[in-house]
């Protein structure tokens, strides 16, 4: 089956780690997938399997003067279909922020459309609901190409058209029960049917890793914004340390907090355990946990003062598929794969009670490596990449 994949980015760009592989995984399983990120950046993503992706990947810049006049002409020759666009973008946005937004890809939505159409696809799907969907949306109405969306977190909650997208969607993917409940309080009951609970997947190493480092090491991988809750993480570490527990901390990844997390690190004076390693390529990460360089991955995810929370964020279990003991918090989708015993869930923004999981962890090797291989047979269980991309591609093949 062809199938056309909308992106924001990837295989460009540093973010969307977890698209590589589903992709990947679709094209092992005999599908022709081709990436159309929306906003491509200048340079291909660190690492193998963006290298991989980037081999059947369309490049069209969001702006140009080619992008520009091909949807002069489109107008020009389909103008009710333009209006249409145009009157469904300002009646299903809800506001003049999200208006522009939108507006902003229609040229690109266009070209999309004429390309796919000339390229024979049977599906178009898009990762996220915010503008690439958009862009989908308006790519299958000019193409007549059938398209879905697969929503994850953030931009259920920003709720951009989403009534009109999934109206004339084929269906929509949440990644997390609690997702799906969320999209299904925004949107018409008669869509309901449409609203699918398809988790993100993740490859399953032959080998899981060595439970035992020379020092007990936490990782936290993610980006650096406040969802993630980094300080948390920081306020437990000077908690061990003054405990006097022996332990080295690293955090990888990078976003608009790192200037604030670096002065936070020096003014709680943990730089000699604490390091902000910046962003990894997503192999090397995963490198890691093969080799055994982890001991503990913790995602300290709060709830923001706006409302945003995280859905099942692949950080989490990517570790688990590796049998690295995991800890996070009970916010968004994280109780659907740790609820069970497969990891420790904390409260939120509670740095003591962060502290004292991490602490038990520490302490006792044998309660780490059970945690672990708990955490092994959920991901072998529930979110195996090979099993959850047969789930997706039989979907696509429904509603080709």
């Given amino acids: 089956m062809k199938i056309a994949y909308i992106t924001a980015q990837t295989p460009y760009g540093a973010g969307e780690s977890f698209i590589p592989p589903e992709v990947i995984e679709l094209r092992r399983q005999g599908h022709e997938v081709v990436v159309f990120p929306l906003r491509p950046a200048g340079e291909i993503g660190k690492g193998a399997e963006c290298e991989e992706v980037a081999k059947y990947t369309v490049r069209i810049p969001l702006f140009s003067f080619s ?76 193409s007549g190409i059938p398209w879905s969306l697969t929503a994850h977190r953030w931009d259920i909650q920003e709720g951009n058209m989403l009534e009109t997208k999934i109206r004339f969607s084929e269906f929509v993917r949440a990644i997390s029960v609690n997702g799906a409940n969320e999209i299904k309080s925004k949107i018409s009951k008669t869509l309901w049917h449409k609203v699918n609970v398809i988790h993100m997947g993740v490859r399953l190493p032959s080998n899981k890793c060595s439970p035992e480092q020379d020092v007990f090491t936490i990782a936290s991988v993610g980006n650096l914004i406040p969802v993630k809750g980094h300080r948390f993480l920081l306020e437990a570490c000077l908690l061990l340390k003054q405990r006097g527990k022996i332990f080295k901390c690293f955090l990888i990844g990078d976003g608009p907090l790192k200037q604030e997390l670096s002065e936070m690190i020096q003014e709680l004076d943990l730089g000699d355990v604490v390091t902000l390693c910046g962003r990894m390529p997503h192999d090397k990460v995963l490198g890691m946990y093969q080799d055994g360089c982890i001991s503990v991955l913790v995602h300290p995810s709060i709830v923001t003062e706006d409302g945003e929370r995280e859905g099942i964020p692949v950080a989490l279990m990517e570790a688990m598929a ?44 044998y309660y780490r490596a059970e945690l672990g291989q708990k955490g092994r047979k959920k991901i072998e269980r529930d979110f195996s990449l090979t099993s959850v991309v047969r789930q997706l591609a039989e979907l696509f093949q429904k509603h080709a």
């Fill in 322 to 365: 590796f049998g690295v003991p995991v800890i996070s918090t009970n916010t968004g989708g994280i109780p659907e794969l740790l609820g069970d015993g497969s990891g420790i869930l904390v409260p939120p923004a509670d740095s003591k009670a962060l502290a004292d999981a991490i602490e038990v962890i520490l302490e006792n090797s």
């Fill in 67 to 142: 992008v520009l006049l091909r949807t002069l002409r489109i107008v020009v020759l389909c103008p009710r279909l333009a209006v249409r666009v145009f009157i469904d973008i300002v009646k299903g946005s809800g506001s003049m922020k999200k208006i522009l937004k939108n507006l902003v890809v229609v040229p690109k939505g266009f070209v999309l459309g004429e390309e796919m159409k000339k390229m024979g696809f049977a599906h178009i799907h898009a990762h996220w609901a915010s503008t690439p969907s958009t862009a989908a949306y308006i790519a299958s109405l000019y």
